[in-house]
């Protein structure tokens, strides 16, 4: 903060300076969970690979490293069409309450996102609805930054009883898009760690050996 105080700028640029390193250290915070929850799954589902190919690396089934990912990929695709099953399912769920409520209002132009969109804040956004003395974006170094926090629409968030087909629908695609997202990225994880482990499981090591040793213990 001494540091933007120093610098040579008007009070209204030094707060959008002071709002951008917010977002950002925000915005830093949010990749940080995010990639916490992704390694968790990676992690997760590479033991979930060592099961599928435990019993039949132990038992030889597979011998080699290139029947290893035959055989590992070739059983991860089918976990991934029966993981995906449900997802679907849950999307064609909302597809059909979409349509019977369609076909019961006799509508079929109205977005469900944005009328689900009113369960949520709203902002004013538009620069023109601010005093000149204290605008909502202001250009400092040549870049548009917020110089404040952008106030509430009125009316929202609301909740409408007619609204409420629109409200599942969403609700229902929303969940499939994440649980897809969940499952292909699982998937993923999987093929890598069956990759990794073709290799792994058929290498061969000289480490510790020695020739001359062994010719003496002879």
């Known amino acids: 903060m001494r540091i933007l105080a120093s610098i040579n700028l008007s009070e209204t640029d030094r ?4 709002i951008l390193l917010i977002l950002l250290v925000l915005l830093l915070l949010l990749i940080g969970l995010f990639g916490m929850a992704v390694h ?26 290139k029947k290893f990912r035959k055989f590992g990929i ?4 089918r976990t991934l069409f029966r993981a995906s ?4 399912l849950v999307a064609l769920i909302g597809i059909v309450i979409w349509i019977i409520h369609c076909l019961a209002i006799g509508e ?7 009328t689900t969109g009113e369960l949520f804040f709203r902002f004013k956004l538009d620069n023109s609805l601010y005093p000149a003395d204290d605008p ?3 250009r400092v170094f ?6 404040r926090w952008p106030e509430l629409v009125e009316g929202y968030p609301r909740f409408e009883l007619a609204h409420i087909p629109y409200y599942l629908e969403c609700a229902f695609w929303v969940l499939a898009i994440g649980w897809y997202a969940y499952v292909c990225q699982a998937y993923i994880s999987r093929h890598v760690r069956i ?24």
């Open 136 to 138: 909502l974006w202001v």
């Open 142 to 147: 040549g870049i548009q930054l917020l110089a």
């Open 74 to 77: 070739r059983k991860n695709n």
């Open 40 to 65: 968790g799954t990676m992690k997760h589902q590479a033991k979930h690979a060592d099961t599928m190919m435990h019993d039949v690396t132990v038992t030889h089934v597979v011998d080699s490293p």
């Open 195 to 218: 990759l990794r482990r073709s290799q792994e499981v058929f290498e061969k090591s000289l480490e510790g050996y020695k020739a001359n040793q062994s010719s003496l213990d002879s």
């Open 85 to 88: 099953m449900k997802p679907f």
């Open 15 to 18: 707060k959008a300076l002071i």
């Open 108 to 114: 079929w132009s109205v977005n469900p996102w944005e």
